[in-house]
């Protein structure tokens, strides 16, 4: 596979679920990001990690826990969310933090 | 006053026009610039990027960065109606956002057959 990968594409979970959204890079970047899009809002910056090490976390509330194990991978763990949690959550990645980025399809989620 | 500002449009043009879009930002350090194309239900994909005044070309598209100004646009010749989607701007932030990409609401673009 090429460029950024997102599993899964949709996602349905109840308020008190646990689940994790994955994401992969295949180019080699060494930086990688979360992003939130909500209806009518721009993109929202949601965590940075360049070299496995997170640099930023943009006020994002505790139930979302984000995971980098190495380069390639990127995770974010999700628990007891909200309806209004519900969006597109993007992944992208990029040579180094803040040069071109480029996004996954991502993962569109729904809390019931 | 936001931080990256996009009329939200919809913005129509007829079929092998010139599409113009507009993006301002507030923060006046800021050295990158980025425009990303997203068609509905799809994610973003980067289409241009610019880094110092002037014009950038890259085929039917151009980049047009003032500093001075503080406002960075779009240029799409001979539209398509392929080329309708929701275009981003996106600005890297300067001194207080260092390294955190910036995104405008974005423009619709609807080219008409």
């Known amino acids: 596979e090429t460029g950024v990968t997102q599993t899964p594409r949709h996602l349905v979970m109840g308020m008190t679920n646990k689940k994790s959204l994955k994401c992969e890079q295949h180019l080699g970047h060494n930086a990688m990001y979360w992003y939130k899009q909500s209806a009518k809002k721009p993109l929202e910056l949601m965590f940075v990690?360049?070299?496995?090490?997170?640099?930023e976390n943009n006020s994002v509330p505790s139930r979302f826990s984000p995971e980098c194990p190495n380069s390639s991978h990127l995770f974010l763990h999700l628990h007891t969310l909200q309806p209004e949690d519900s969006a597109l959550y993007l992944c992208?990645?990029?040579?180094?933090?803040?040069?071109?980025?480029?996004f996954g399809p991502g993962t569109r989620l729904t809390v019931t | 006053q936001k931080e990256v500002e996009q009329n939200s449009g919809p913005l129509s043009v007829p079929e092998g026009a010139i599409a113009s879009l507009n993006c301002t930002y507030s923060d006046r350090v800021s050295q990158s610039f980025f425009w990303y194309r997203q068609y509905s239900g799809k994610s973003p994909e980067l289409i241009m990027s610019i880094y110092s005044n002037g014009d950038k070309e890259d085929g039917r598209f151009t980049a047009q960065l003032n500093k001075a100004s503080q406002y960075v646009s779009l240029l799409i010749r001979d539209s398509q109606p392929s080329d309708s989607a929701t275009y981003l701007c996106?600005?890297?932030?300067?001194?207080?956002?260092?390294?955190?990409?910036?995104f405008g609401q974005g423009t619709t673009l609807q080219v008409k057959p």
């Open positions: 996106a600005v890297l932030g300067g001194s207080s956002n260092t390294g955190k990409l910036i």
């Open positions: 992208a990645s990029s040579q180094v933090e803040g040069y071109e980025q480029y």
């Open positions: 990690y360049s070299l496995e090490e997170r640099v």
